[in-house]
C-alpha cells in the first residue's frame, strides 16, 4: 500500500504548484525508495512490477523540474499538458495493475476451520511391491503413491509454524504451482501466489487426546490436481474430528516430489481423439481406484507403518469414505463397487469414466455443478445411470452459482470469474462443500451423529436434489 501510494504521489507532482511539488515529490521519493528494496528482500511479487514500471515513467518528469532549479542551469519547467496528460494516464493505469493483479491472483488466506479441533498436517509415501508401474517402462519399477493427512490435533503453541500450501518446504511448493500453471498452459509466475500460502494447520503436530479412533476420508484430487488442493475441505473435515488422507498419483497429478527429492511431472494429455481419450481417461480412473485400495490396505496395517507415529491406533479403518474430485470423483465410485471395505463415497463434480460400471453397496453424495449449454451432455445420464446401480441411498445434488472448480480452493486464488470458479465467492465455495460433505459423512460414518436429524432435507436447502437407489424411482 506505501509503494502504490507513493508512487500515486509521484505521478501527481506534476501537477501541483511549484511549492507543493517539491514537498510532494520529496516524500514520495523517501517512501518510495525503501518500500521498494523492502518489497525485494521480502520476496518480489510479479503483481508488484507494474507499480515499479509506472513509478518509474513519472521519476524523470517529476525530478527533472527539481534537479533543474538546484543546477540553475535553467528555470524550472514541466511537460507540455498535452503529452503530460496521456503520459500520466498511462503511469496511473500501470500503477492501478498492480492492486487489480493483487486481487484477481492473491496469496491464498485459507477460512479457520469451524470445528473443535485444531489441525495438524503429515506426509507419507507408500510403494506397492505387487503393482509394477505402467507409466514406466522398466520392469522393475513399482507403484508409488504419496499420501498427505490432516487429522485432529493437540491446541497448537502459540506461534507455532503453519504448513505451506503446495508443499513440505517452499522449493517443492513453487514446483508444484509451476507444474500446475505449465499443466494449465498459463506462466508459471501466475500461480506463485499460491507457492507462497500458509494453510492453517500444523506439520507433524499431536493428536488429539480421547474421543477414539477418528473416522477416515480417501480423497483423489482431479485429473492433473495435486493432493492438497482441496486443503480448505480437508481442514474443515478435520478439525470435526476426521482423518483426510489426499492422494497424490505420480504420472498423473501435475508435480509429485517424492521422499528422494525426484520430482514425477504428469504423462497426462489429451490426444484430441474423444473416443481415445476417453480409454486413457478409463486408464488412469482404474488405476486411481488401486491406488484408493492399496493406500486403504496400508492404513489398516495393526504395526503402525501405514500411518504417521502420531496417528498409531488413532484411525477406524472400519469407518472409511472414499472421495474424490473430477476424475477423481469417478476413480472414488469406482474404488467403492471394487472395494467393499469403503463405507460411503463422495464424488465432487466428477464424470464416472467405468466401461463397465457395477452395483456398489455404499450411500454415495455427488456434488454437482449447475448443468449449462456448455456441460457434456453424457455428464448427468451416465452419473445418474451409475448412481441407480447403487443398493443403498444415493444424493445427488447440483448447487447453485458453482462451476467446476468451486468444490475446490480454488476460489481462494484464481480470479472470481463466475465461469471460472463459481459466484459463492472467495471462501464460500469451500465452506459450503465442506458442509456438503460433513452432514453426509456424519449421517454414515457416524450413524447420524452431529449430523443432521433429515439429510436428505438439509441437502435440499441448498440445491436440486435428486435421491438414487432402491425404492426411489429414479
Not at 490435533?153 to 508444484?176: C, M, S, W
Not at 498419483?249 to 476417453?278: C, F, M, N, Q
Not at 477406524?316 to 476413480?331: I, N, P, Q, Y
Request: contains cysteine.
Amino acid at each position: 500500500m506505501l509503494l502504490i501510494l507513493s508512487a500515486v504521489v509521484l505521478v501527481l507532482a506534476r501537477w501541483l504548484p511549484p511549492g507543493a511539488r517539491r514537498t510532494a515529490t520529496t516524500a514520495a521519493g523517501a517512501v518510495l525508495v525503501p518500500t521498494a528494496a523492502a518489497l525485494v528482500l521480502l520476496g518480489p511479487r510479479w503483481q508488484m512490477a507494474p507499480v515499479f514500471a509506472g513509478a518509474a515513467l513519472a521519476a524523470p518528469f517529476a525530478l527533472s523540474p527539481l534537479l533543474r532549479r538546484r543546477t540553475g542551469r535553467r528555470p524550472a519547467g514541466r511537460v507540455r499538458w498535452w503529452w503530460a496528460v496521456p503520459g500520466s494516464a498511462v503511469c496511473l493505469s500501470l500503477i492501478a495493475m498492480g492492486p487489480a493483479a493483487a486481487w484477481a491472483l492473491p496469496v491464498p488466506v485459507f477460512p479457520e476451520p469451524s470445528g473443535r479441533y485444531p489441525v495438524g498436517t503429515s506426509v507419507m509415501q507408500w510403494t506397492d511391491p505387487d503393482r509394477p508401474e505402467t507409466a514406466t517402462a522398466d520392469p522393475d519399477d513399482r507403484r508409488t503413491v504419496v499420501g498427505q493427512f490432516w487429522y485432529p490435533a493437540r491446541e497448537h503453541p502459540a506461534g507455532a509454524e503453519r504448513a505451506r500450501y503446495l508443499g513440505r518446504t517452499a522449493r517443492e511448493a513453487r514446483t508444484v504451482s509451476d507444474a500446475l500453471a505449465d499443466y494449465a498452459g498459463l506462466p508459471g509466475f501466475l500461480l506463485h501466489g499460491a507457492s507462497r500460502a500458509h494453510t492453517r494447520a500444523v506439520p507433524d503436530a499431536e493428536a488429539a487426546t480421547g474421543g477414539g479412533a477418528f473416522p477416515v476420508v480417501l480423497f483423489s484430487p482431479g485429473l492433473g490436481g495435486v493432493r492438497t488442493q482441496n486443503t480448505a475441505w480437508a481442514e474443515e473435515l478435520a478439525s470435526r474430528g476426521y482423518v483426510v488422507v489426499a492422494l497424490d498419483h505420480p504420472y498423473d497429478s501435475a508435480a509429485v516430489v517424492l521422499d528422494d527429492g525426484r520430482t514425477i511431472r504428469t504423462k497426462v494429455a489429451a490426444t484430441g481423439d474423444d473416443e481415445k481419450d476417453d480409454k486413457l481417461a478409463a486408464e488412469h480412473t482404474k488405476v486411481r481406484a488401486a491406488d484408493l485400495g492399496f493406500v486403504l490396505t496400508r492404513l489398516s496395517v495393526t504395526d503402525g507403518s501405514g500411518a504417521p507415529p502420531r496417528l498409531a491406533g488413532r484411525l477406524d479403518t472400519g469407518r472409511v469414505a472414499v472421495t474424490g474430485h473430477s476424475l477423481g470423483g469417478g476413480a472414488a465410485l469406482q474404488a467403492a463397487h471394487q472395494d467393499r471395505r469403503f463405507d460411503a463415497v463422495i464424488n465432487l463434480d466428477g464424470y464416472p469414466h467405468d466401461p463397465a460400471p457395477r452395483p456398489f453397496r455404499q450411500p454415495a453424495l455427488a456434488l454437482t455443478q449447475v448443468i449449462g449449454p456448455q456441460t457434456d451432455p453424457d455428464y448427468i445420464p451416465r452419473l445418474t445411470r451409475v448412481l441407480d446401480l447403487g443398493t443403498a441411498t444415493s444424493y445427488r445434488l447440483a448447487v447453485p452459482g458453482t462451476a467446476h472448480l468451486t468444490f475446490t480452493d480454488a476460489p481462494l486464488y484464481l480470479p472470481p470469474l463466475p465461469s471460472l470458479v463459481g459466484s459463492p465467492g472467495r471462501t464460500e465455495g469451500p465452506r459450503l462443500t465442506a458442509a456438503l460433505c460433513a452432514a453426509f459423512l456424519d449421517t454414515t460414518l457416524r450413524s447420524g451423529q452431529n449430523g443432521p436429524d433429515d439429510l436428505p432435507a438439509y441437502l435440499a436447502d441448498h440445491g436440486d436434489l435428486s435421491v438414487h437407489g432402491p425404492g426411489t424411482g429414479s
